[in-house]
């Protein structure tokens, strides 16, 4: 078999060299990893490698030179794609090349590709493509789905929505669910990554069989997920298909012997009425579950045109507080503590407020959480550490100032070296400053942050465990680390007259503080009647409305030299009266 015909009136070198070159291609031809096969103008099969009846299973009968192309195909067991039968013919002298799939029966994919020669005469290469095939498609469903629940995921969403929205959904039918589960950081916090993954496949478990097959689930992230519901009138539909999805993961999960309950609250936007295009639609849901989340657990909100600025405000009020720091519109308030046997002031706790050039003072209840999202209660609780020290230093005696840190910044922040900075430029004693924090602190990273703890407390500053009572109350975070102070939420206060659970409770955790040594105060005491209620439950440190509200530096300055109030001397001279009857 030659490739290359010698042209008449060759050399005899040239002859030589044609040989030898031909003999070299037959060789490459045979152990090409394709199968390779050549027709002539009549289409009958010229040549043929081993690897063409191979990848086509052929009988040797029909690999012999003189076989039709028909009498091939006739052969083969398998079917041509559908895309690939409809392709215009490859025409003779084009010098294109045209790509064919077959779908085999045994489930192998080949390929060919097919070059017609200007004398007629083709040229096919073929090649087994399962497992490229196989490959892609796992690619590609890697790329529109979740791994750890399988479902769906956002880019596939978005794709599933804008063909819902092309194919002409856009009639009033076609609902977004956006939901977000609630508590689920709290369980992933105590129970480990593993539980929370464990929960988010049971959680697309239940959603997937509380929807309708036309209906589509994904998980857009963490325990972010989203409901395409199709082709039920709207907003009827969604709102029976979100109540029905908030009952489902309200019911207790069972993560591996451990019972625990989440819900979900839910966000709905309807097309077209509020927005045309996936994006749009999105954020809209979006919206409506950020508003459905601070109205609450387990409640579903539509999307109203005012959520976009409430938005905005919020996004301006992130831009302001960007550039507070810097412009320093922050001050201090200080609030005393106030011992109730000695009647002394024995420490302040700094309170942070903001004086928005436009908005007036804003409350760090509206602007402590943004600062804790957006990370910016670094650079701010860095400033109040400093500001603290700097101001209490100055003052007369030797009250101690106490200094609310959030989680965030054991988390993200440097507070070891946040605290040695204040404390060294205003040169303030460590036993003077005592740090605030809640039992967010314990539960996240709790290793890291009791190594932090213990690193404060190694360099003599004090802690104190804020907010106590309300959370989860944990008694081992008391055990896990010797707090030198227990506040006492101020809920417990404002009840404590009237609840004698508010009472005992108050009562309980004083004594628990005193038998670990711990100081414990009462927080938010408003009334002389509350001030007798704290002291009948044995409790020695109040600080509240009562004694004062948190004042600038200067007026505090002031009582702190001067001493307390005569007339709130005569509220501590009174005799506490007889503990009266628990009211039921
Ligand atoms: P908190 O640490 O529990 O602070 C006590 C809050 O109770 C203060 O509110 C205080 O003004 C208020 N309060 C005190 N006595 C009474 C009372 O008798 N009755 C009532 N109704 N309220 C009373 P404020 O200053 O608005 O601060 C709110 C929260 O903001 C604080 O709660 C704290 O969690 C946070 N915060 C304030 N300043 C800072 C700060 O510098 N850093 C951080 N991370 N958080 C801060
Ligand atoms: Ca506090
Ligand atoms: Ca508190």
């Given at each position: 078999m030659q490739l290359t015909h010698p042209a008449a009136g060759s050399s005899a070198g040239e002859l030589e060299r044609l040989r030898a070159e031909n003999a070299a291609l037959l060789m490459a031809f045979e152990q090409l990893p394709h199968g390779?096969?050549?027709?002539?103008?009549?289409?009958?099969?010229?040549?043929?490698?081993?690897?063409?009846a191979e990848i086509w299973e052929l009988?040797?009968?029909?690999?012999?030179?003189?076989?039709?192309?028909?009498?091939?195909?006739?052969?083969?067991?398998?079917?041509?794609?559908?895309?690939?039968?409809?392709?215009?013919p490859l025409e003779a002298g084009i010098g294109g090349v045209r790509r064919r799939e077959w779908a085999m029966d045994d489930g192998r994919t080949i390929e060919t590709h097919v070059a017609r020669l200007a004398d007629g005469a083709a040229?096919?290469?073929?090649?087994?493509?399962?497992?490229?095939?196989?490959?892609?498609?796992?690619?590609?469903?890697?790329?529109?789905?979740?791994?750890?629940?399988?479902?769906?995921?956002?880019?596939?969403?978005?794709?599933?929505?804008?063909?819902?929205?092309?194919?002409?959904?856009?009639?009033?039918?076609?609902?977004?669910?956006?939901?977000?589960?609630?508590?689920?950081?709290?369980?992933?916090?105590?129970?480990?990554?593993?539980?929370?993954?464990?929960?988010?496949?049971?959680?697309?478990?239940?959603l997937t069989r509380c929807v309708r097959g036309t209906d589509l689930v994904a998980r857009l992230g963490g325990d972010e997920f989203v409901l395409l519901q199709v082709g039920a009138a709207q907003p009827n539909s969604s709102t029976v298909l979100a109540r029905r999805v908030i009952a489902i993961l309200s019911q207790p999960f069972d993560l591996d012997g451990h019972h625990v309950h989440i819900g979900t609250s839910v966000g709905i936007a309807v097309a077209p009425f509020d927005g045309a295009t996936p994006d749009a639609l999105m954020k809209c849901a979006d919206l409506a579950l950020y508003r459905a989340k601070g109205d609450g657990r387990g409640v579903l909100r539509y999307f109203e045109p005012s959520m976009n600025v409430a938005i905005e405000t919020r996004r301006a009020l992130e831009a302001d507080l960007r550039e507070a720091v810097e412009r320093g519109e922050f001050e201090l308030r200080y609030q005393p503590q106030v011992d109730v046997i000695t009647r002394k002031v024995t420490g302040v706790e700094a309170l942070v407020r903001w004086h928005h050039p436009v908005r007036g003072i804003i409350s760090p209840a509206e602007f402590i959480p943004l600062a804790e999202e957006t990370g910016l209660i670094v650079p701010i609780g860095r400033w109040v550490l400093e500001q603290a020290c700097r101001e209490v230093a100055g003052w007369p005696g030797t009250v101690r100032v106490a200094v609310n840190l959030s989680v965030t910044q054991f988390i993200q922040g440097s507070i070891l070296s946040d605290v040695?900075?204040?404390?060294?430029?205003?040169?303030?004693?460590?036993?003077?400053?005592?740090?605030?924090?809640?039992?967010?602190?314990?539960?996240r990273d709790h290793a890291r942050s009791l190594a932090l703890l213990q690193e404060l407390r190694r360099r003599g500053v004090r802690v104190a465990m804020d907010d106590f009572g309300t959370g989860y109350s944990s008694l081992s975070y008391l055990r896990s680390f010797s707090f030198d102070r227990i506040k006492i939420d101020r809920s417990f206060v404002r009840d404590i007259e009237v609840s004698p659970n508010a009472q005992a409770i108050v009562r309980a955790i004083t004594v628990l503080g005193e038998s670990l040594g711990m100081?414990?105060?009462?927080?938010?005491?408003?009334?002389?009647?509350?001030?007798d209620a704290v002291r009948r439950a044995g409790c020695a440190e109040i600080q509240g409305y009562l004694f004062s509200t948190p004042r600038p530096a200067a007026e505090i300055a002031a009582i702190v030299a001067g001493g307390i109030d005569p007339y709130l001397l005569t509220l501590f001279e009174r005799p506490i009266a007889e503990s009266r009857a628990p009211i039921e």
């Open positions: 390779l096969s050549t027709f002539d103008g009549a289409d009958r099969l010229v040549l043929a490698n081993p690897k063409f009988p040797e009968h029909v690999t012999v030179p003189g076989t039709t192309f028909a009498e091939i195909m006739a052969a083969t067991k398998g079917r041509e794609a559908e895309w690939s039968r409809s392709q215009p040229v096919a290469l073929h090649e087994d493509v399962t497992e490229k095939r196989q490959a892609e498609a796992r690619i590609n469903f890697l790329a529109r789905h979740d791994e750890l629940t399988g479902l769906p995921n956002r880019h596939a969403a978005r794709e599933g929505l804008e063909r819902l929205l092309d194919g002409g959904a856009a009639t009033g039918d076609l609902a977004v669910l956006y939901l977000d589960l609630d508590r689920f950081k709290a369980v992933n916090d105590t129970l480990g990554h593993s539980a929370g993954d464990l929960l988010l496949r049971h959680v697309a478990d239940r040695e900075i204040a404390l060294d430029s205003a040169g303030l004693d460590p036993g003077r400053l005592e740090i605030e924090i809640t039992e967010s602190v314990m539960m100081s414990v105060t009462v927080e938010g005491v408003e009334t002389a009647g509350q001030l």
